[in-house]
């Protein structure tokens, strides 16, 4: 039997997908990914690039890269809550330094970070790129996929074969459909117009960004990255997407801001906000990403970091696969991981949403329209940024509570015991750790040594060192040890029922460790 022509056929070349291929190619991985356009699309539409993202980019030796990307410090980023007069209910400031190192709410312009994206993929040389090809046909076999394509600016058809496939190929997924997955509705759907500006001058603006639960039209004011700001404004009934694109339209909504002649149009459209999730991520060898698994109104910011937590997630599994190290049954995993903590994080932008409209419905005196929908949780507990993992590659019953398995490990600056510092993830590598206060507290069997090594896990003694920007893990504070996952999630600590040897044997099971 021949060998396919690539061990992953990524379809979608947007930020997603070529994260992904990024990851896999980097990892080892025979990467080919296709696209129809011909270069990156210059508009802007993610704005915001978190901190676990940017974590990520770290581990491929580009975190400061990647954060030099994002807006240039400017005193407290905060995000409030306005009414009509733009008066705060409440005020969520941002910090320069969050819980993974770098700042939780990045303002970055996608067209620019796209660029910068694709040369780094040139640079690693390692990703076929094919574009200008639509894909047609996606037929796969227990042994492989076949991708069909066309030019798109001619007749011509190619095809490939692959072991896998990711389809990171937008909300309309060709992939998603030639698979025959369907969505699950989760109850939100709403027209919004969304309006990019260049300033002149920036400064005739609030650096504040801002939910304007205004009774008369529910918008956002979003300080992103100068020179660019933008607004989104909820289509009241009645309205046609037409009426609102209108030139004359838009700048009645912008004169209240600033003045017409101080600002051009970078884009204009109006979308549905929308609130879904794949039925299911995986058909045999062929697995969804992104916006073609989910989707989510904007009100948190976490649409596009979403997708990049998906081929996070999968780059770090398939290649263990692939080595023959763990069985195809840890794949699995992605979607059992995945799929939650997606589903969690739309329900928290949808409550924002719901929020707004609460906060409207109160300033004119009306009773909400879903005053159940208007109970937001402000934070996941612990104080952590993101919500945890439920199942999947961790200890599932240590889950919950108090407990911080399942949640990402806080990432200070170390300093050494020779003075020096670094970042943690430095200390920690870019595969599996098992995290001790001391060296003793990392004693292990020969076993337990022995599963660490196969699948290239790092022992790492926190003794001697100290953090000196950001806090260490409060797991430290009751745990001895832990063990840490690749994309830095804890997979487990140790406690009265857990030894370590008891932990990394816990590990090797749901690895699927052959």
């Not at 709403?190 to 990019?196: C, E, N, S």
């Not at 108090?402 to 015991?417: H, N």
């Amino acid at each position: 039997m021949t060998s396919p022509d690539y061990d992953v056929a990524i379809v979608g070349f947007g930020p997603v997908g070529a994260m992904g291929a990024f990851l896999l190619a980097e990892a080892g991985l025979r990467v080919a990914v296709i696209d129809r356009a011909p270069d990156v699309v210059e508009i802007p539409r993610a704005v915001n690039m978190d901190g676990e993202v940017i974590r990520a980019f770290q581990r491929l030796g580009l975190g400061a890269e990647a954060n030099a990307l994002t807006h240039a410090p400017r005193g407290t980023d905060e995000v409030a809550f306005v009414n009509s007069k733009r008066e705060p209910y409440f005020v969520a400031a941002g910090t320069d330094v969050g819980h993974n190192g770098y700042r939780d709410l990045g303002f970055f312009d996608q067209p620019e970070f796209e660029h910068e994206l694709r040369d780094w993929i040139v640079k690693q040389g390692k990703v076929t790129q094919l574009l200008e090809r639509e894909v047609t046909a996606v037929h796969q076999t227990s042994d492989e996929v076949t991708v069909e394509m066309q030019e798109v600016a001619g007749s011509k058809r190619t095809s490939l074969t692959a072991r896998y496939v990711l389809g990171c190929d937008g909300a309309s997924s060709f992939v998603r459909e030639a698979m025959g997955i369907g969505w699950q509705d989760l109850g939100y759907n709403q027209d919004w117009l969304v309006v990019d500006i260049v300033v002149q001058d920036t400064a005739d603006l609030p650096f504040l960004t801002m939910q304007i639960c205004d009774p008369e039209r529910l918008s956002t004011y979003i300080c992103v990255k100068d020179p660019n700001r933008r607004w989104e404004f909820q289509l009241l009934p009645g309205e046609s997407r037409d009426e609102l694109l209108a030139p004359e339209k838009i700048r009645s909504l912008l004169d209240e801001w600033l003045p017409a002649d101080r600002y051009t149009i970078r884009r204009k459209a109006v979308y549905q906000f929308h609130a879904a999730t794949a039925d299911r991520w995986r058909e045999g060898r062929v697995f969804l990403a992104g916006d073609a698994a989910h989707q989510t109104p904007p009100f948190l910011g976490q649409g596009l970091n979403a997708g990049f937590r998906d081929v996070i997630n999968f780059a770090w599994k398939l290649p263990l696969v692939m080595n023959g190290l763990c069985d195809d049954a840890l794949l699995d995993t992605y979607e059992a991981e995945r799929d939650p903590h997606a589903h969690d994080l739309v329900d928290w932008a949808v409550a924002i949403g719901k929020l707004m409209e609460a906060l409207a419905a109160q300033e004119a005196g009306r009773p909400p329209a879903d005053p159940d929908g208007a109970d937001m949780n402000s934070g996941y507990g612990q104080g952590r940024t993101a919500p945890p993992l439920h199942a999947g590659v961790i200890q599932t019953e240590q889950v919950g509570g108090d407990s911080s398995t399942g949640y990402l490990l806080r990432q200070p600056t170390m300093r050494m015991s020779d003075g020096n510092e670094q970042m943690l993830d430095e200390l920690l590598g870019a595969g599996f750790t098992v995290v001790g206060r001391s060296a003793r507290d990392l004693e292990i069997t020969a076993e337990s040594q022995s599963i660490l090594d196969r699948i290239g896990a790092r022992t790492v003694s926190l003794e001697g060192t100290e953090a000196c920007h950001g806090e260490l893990d409060r797991l430290f504070d009751d745990h001895p040890a832990a063990i840490v996952r690749p994309d830095r999630y804890i997979f487990g600590v140790s406690d009265a029922d857990h030894s370590l040897d008891t932990l990394i044997a816990s590990l090797a099971q749901k690895l699927s460790l052959n």
